[in-house]
């Protein structure tokens, strides 16, 4: 089965940092760009950061660029996101994602784990 | 990286249309044809139910079919069903860094 876990988030204090995982099982990572999207409670989905199979190249959405770094392990089958200096804005549930193809359509979810910001 | 405009809700009852709107500019879904589109359940992940504009991934329903026009793509589901009442969001990749989601439309199958 297809399939990506989250894991790392919690709660932390503004201004300090978290690093979430993603392990992928049942598909090769490295085949694929991945996608962290984020979701704030009651709110709609924003797409965060993307990375490419061979992490060649790396965007982020403006409202965390400088603060939040994408990475990934294509040996251990993982996407990584680092983040520093979170804000209580930055609260949301976090969903690893898979790019299906060149459309980027975002075809694999993991459940999401969540982020509070909270002091 | 502003949002693309959906309405907040939408509604229709079973086995009837209803199609659910997506506004963005001539720069991204003008331009582009990397159109999806996702359901969400209320505490579940969201799903892939259209890509390029049209295309459907396997296991989704031909109930659920996508469109543009200019700068507007749509998201129509025939034949409604109870299990379709979910959130939808359309989202475009424009190339480069503009990756950019709607804010949402609430189904509902009354």
């Known amino acids: 089965e297809v399939q990506l876990v989250e894991s790392g988030g919690g709660l932390v204090q503004p201004g300090g940092s978290l690093r979430l995982s993603c392990v992928a099982s049942?598909?090769?990572?490295?085949?694929?760009?991945m996608d962290w999207v984020r979701q704030a409670p009651g709110k709609g989905l924003e797409w965060v950061s993307y990375?490419?199979?061979?992490?060649?190249?790396?965007y982020y959405a403006d409202s965390v660029k400088g603060r939040f770094t994408i990475s990934r392990d294509n040996a251990q089958n993982s996407l990584y996101l680092q983040m520093n200096s979170l804000r209580d804005e930055d609260t949301a549930v976090y969903y690893c994602?898979?790019?299906?193809?060149?459309?980027?359509?975002?075809?694999?979810w993991g459940k999401g784990t969540t982020v509070t910001v909270s002091s | 990286q502003s949002a693309l405009t959906q309405p907040p809700s939408a509604s229709g009852s079973p086995g009837q249309s209803v199609a659910i709107s997506c506004s963005g500019t001539?720069?991204?879904?003008?331009?582009?044809?990397?159109v999806s589109w996702y359901q969400q359940h209320p505490g579940k992940a969201p799903k892939l139910m259209i890509y390029e504009v049209n295309k459907r991934p396997s296991g989704v329903p031909d109930r659920f079919s996508g469109s543009k026009s200019g700068n507007t793509a749509s998201l129509t589901v025939s034949g409604l069903q109870a299990e379709d009442e979910a959130d939808y969001y359309c989202s475009v990749y424009a190339g480069s860094n503009k990756f950019k989601f709607g804010g949402g439309t609430k189904l509902t199958v009354l």
């Open positions: 049942g598909f090769t990572l490295g085949n694929y760009n």
């Open positions: 001539s720069s991204d879904i003008g331009s582009y044809k990397y």
């Open positions: 994602v898979r790019d299906g193809g060149e459309a980027a359509e975002m075809d694999v």
């Open positions: 990375i490419t199979s061979s992490s060649s190249i790396i």
